[in-house]
């Protein structure tokens, strides 16, 4: 992570339309995620998983880079970057899927948004998928246009959300469906917003349509949220590892397959499209897996912070796989972790060790996500 006052990364790293207004509102490092600094250090990472489960957070999430899939054939295009079937995905609709490769390793685990017909937004996680959307399409054979719009997105999350929206953009917006967006402007500001996040809180992104109006929009939703407890913030790992959601590059890489998350429901063999990958996820449904992702709570005194390195698992003296994503919960009181562990051991209730920075620590395996399993308030 770098300091806000020291970049060393030049030109290459972009900032997003919200980077100087992060600063004057506290943000005290940076990482770089596709491409872009992200502000990760807004103070005590714990107070800001308070402000997101009690009031509300405004998280800068430019980084959250757009596909923009446009064309006669774009839907016929999309559905051959996912195992998810979306034959039934409405104009207004959002999904999340998998872009999985000819090996059925997953690429990246974005948002899918249907803003027409022949228009897509893919909302990506940390991987280059422009240029494989790219790649695959000169060899599709499809009338499709494929490249990044001016599209900087941010995060309004947490249990206030809602009236900060209504704030913003009248009663209206508060008719908005969990996993569906809505086209909007304020005070002549383009955006699309959606009830999605990644915080496992009720919330919305907002999808800024013109890099210009960063700084303004900042500040008028900050504005409108300071009567509701709204703080300026960043994606909180406890919350996300509490909700079992991903992070790409840490719980699942090109190595990993969907049937290994428990994403079976993401994954639609049955249907008559063909979609990259298919061949190689029914060999891997036929065949089983080999690993499978767990929970874990470890026991031993708080962690200081998430891990910054794979932990191995052992069982009886033997490594049987590693964790990936572990994090103190102060609402739960618990050292919480994803892990990913071989088949055979991926019992609930059995007990493992993990051998953490301080020390080899027991563990025992258990259900995720961790708290509100059916995502009852981010639906809310």
Known sequence: MTKSGDFGFGTQIRKSPYFDATVRWGAQAFSVYNHMYIPRDFGDPVQNFWNLVKDAILCDVAVERQVEITGPDAAKFV??????????????QCKYILITNADGGILNDPILLRLAENHF?????????????????VFAGLDVTIGEPDVSPLQLQGPKSGEIMRALFGDSIMDLKYYWLREVELDGIPMIVSRTGWSSELGYEIYLRDGAHGDALWEKIMAAGEPFGLKPGHTSSIRRIEGGMLSYHADADINTNPYELGFDRL????????????AALRKIQ????????????IDGAPLS??????WE?????????????AVYSPRLGQNIALAMVSAEHATLSAGVEVVTSAGTLPATIVERPFYDPKKKLAAA
């Open 121 to 137: 937004w893919i909302s990506l996680a940390d991987s280059d998928i422009l240029l494989w959307a790219q790649g695959v399409a």
């Open 267 to 278: 994954v639609n063999l049955d249907m008559e499209a063909d979609f990259i990958g298919k």
């Open 286 to 297: 036929q065949d089983g897996v080999r690993r499978k992702q767990v929970g874990l709570v």
């Open 79 to 92: 559905q051959t970057l996912t195992p998810r079937d979306l034959s039934k995905m409405a104009v207004g």
């Open 313 to 325: 698992i052992k069982h009886g003296g033997e490594i049987i796989g590693k964790v990936t994503s």
């Open 305 to 310: 912070g998430p891990n910054t390195t794979f």
